[in-house]
C-alpha cells in the first residue's frame, strides 16, 4: 500500500523541473533515442546547447527520421547529430558499437535508456529477454561506454555522467527465481519459473544491483587538477526512475485486459514523454556529483 501511495503522489503532485543546464560543447549519447523518453532527453539536450548528440537506435531509419524531426523542430543544425545503430538484441553488435564509441574524441554523458517490456516469454543470446537487454547488454554495453567516458574525463578535464533508466517498479518485485536452489541465471532462464508479469520488475531491480556494485568498483573523483595528472577519472554513474510514462514501451502485445488497465492508466496518471526525459536531464546535470554516484534517483532526487 505504501509504494502505491507514494506512486501517486509522484505521479499527481510532483512538478519536475525544467531542465535548464548548459550543455555547450559537451557530446552525449543516448540509447533508444528515436522514440519515447530518449527522443525527448536529446531534445532538451540540444535545446540547452549540447554541440553533438549521437542517437543510438536499433533502426537506422527510424533513427534518421527522428533527427530530421530534431531539426525541423528545433531549428538546429544536422551537423550536431549522428545516428548509430545498435541492437540490445545482439552481443556482437554492441561490441561493434563499443569499437566505434572508442572513436570518440569527447564523450560527456551516456544514457542507458533502451529496454524492453513485455509479458511473452522468450529468449535471446541464451538468456530470457528481459534478462538478456535490460540487465546482460545494458551492462555490456555501460562498461564499454564507461571506458570511453573515463579516457575524456581525464583527457577533456570534465567530468563524465552515466545514467541507466530504471523503474521504480523494482521496489515491488516478487523475484520468486532466488529462492531456487542453484543457479539464479538457470533459474531466471526457465519457461517453467518465469512469472511474465514480474519480469520488467526483476530485471529493473537486477539492473539497479549491477549500477550499485559498477559505482563501487569506479569510485567518483571529484574533478580537480590534481586528479587528472594522476589519470583520475570523474565519472558519475547513477539509476532513475521516470516514474510511469505514456511512451511506446507498453507497444509490446499484452493480454487485452492488461491493455485495457494500462490504456487507463496511460490516460489518468502517466507522465508525458517529456515530463519523463526530465528525470533523465536532472541525473546527468553538470551539477551531480558524490551524492548522485550509485544512487537511485526518483522525481530528480535522490531517494537511496
Not at 540509447?31 to 543510438?56: D, K
Not at 539509476?239 to 488497465?261: E, L, M, N
Amino acid at each position: 500500500m505504501a509504494f502505491f501511495l507514494q506512486f501517486l503522489k509522484s505521479q499527481l503532485w510532483v512538478r519536475l523541473p525544467i531542465p535548464s543546464d548548459d550543455y555547450s560543447e559537451q557530446v552525449i549519447a543516448i540509447t533508444g533515442a528515436n522514440t519515447g523518453l530518449g527522443f525527448e532527453s536529446a531534445r532538451h539536450f540540444l535545446r540547452l546547447g549540447a554541440a553533438n548528440v549521437i542517437l543510438c537506435v536499433r533502426t537506422r531509419a527510424k533513427g534518421e527520421s527522428a533527427a530530421d524531426e530534431l531539426v525541423r523542430s528545433l531549428h538546429v543544425s544536422r551537423t550536431r547529430i549522428e545516428v548509430w545503430e545498435v541492437d540490445l538484441a545482439s552481443f556482437a553488435s554492441i561490441e561493434a558499437f563499443g569499437e566505434k564509441l572508442k572513436s570518440l574524441k569527447r564523450l560527456d554523458v551516456f544514457v542507458q535508456n533502451a529496454g524492453i517490456l513485455t509479458t511473452k516469454f522468450a529468449r535471446v543470446e541464451g538468456c530470457e529477454s528481459h534478462i538478456a537487454i535490460n540487465v546482460v547488454s545494458a551492462a555490456y554495453l555501460s562498461v564499454l561506454a564507461l571506458q570511453v567516458l573515463q579516457r575524456s574525463s581525464i583527457e577533456n578535464g570534465a567530468k563524465g555522467r552515466m545514467v541507466f533508466v530504471g523503474s521504480d517498479l523494482h521496489l515491488i518485485a516478487k523475484f520468486k527465481e532466488k529462492n531456487e536452489s542453484g543457479s539464479l541465471l538457470k533459474a531466471l532462464n526457465s519457461e517453467a519459473l518465469a512469472d511474465m508479469n514480474d519480469r520488467y520488475k526483476v530485471s529493473k531491480l537486477l539492473l539497479l544491483y549491477f549500477v550499485r556494485d559498477l559505482a563501487v568498483k569506479n569510485p567518483y573523483n571529484a574533478p580537480s587538477v590534481s586528479d587528472l595528472k594522476l589519470n583520475m577519472p570523474s565519472v558519475v554513474i547513477d539509476y532513475i526512475t521516470p516514474g510511469a510514462c505514456d511512451t511506446s514501451i507498453f507497444r509490446d502485445d499484452v493480454h487485452w485486459i492488461q491493455q485495457a488497465i494500462i490504456n487507463v492508466a496511460v490516460r489518468l496518471i502517466a507522465r508525458t514523454a517529456e515530463e519523463g526525459s526530465r528525470t533523465i536531464l536532472s541525473a546527468v546535470s553538470p551539477s551531480v556529483g558524490r551524492a548522485e554516484h550509485g544512487a537511485f534517483l526518483m522525481d530528480c532526487k535522490v531517494v537511496a
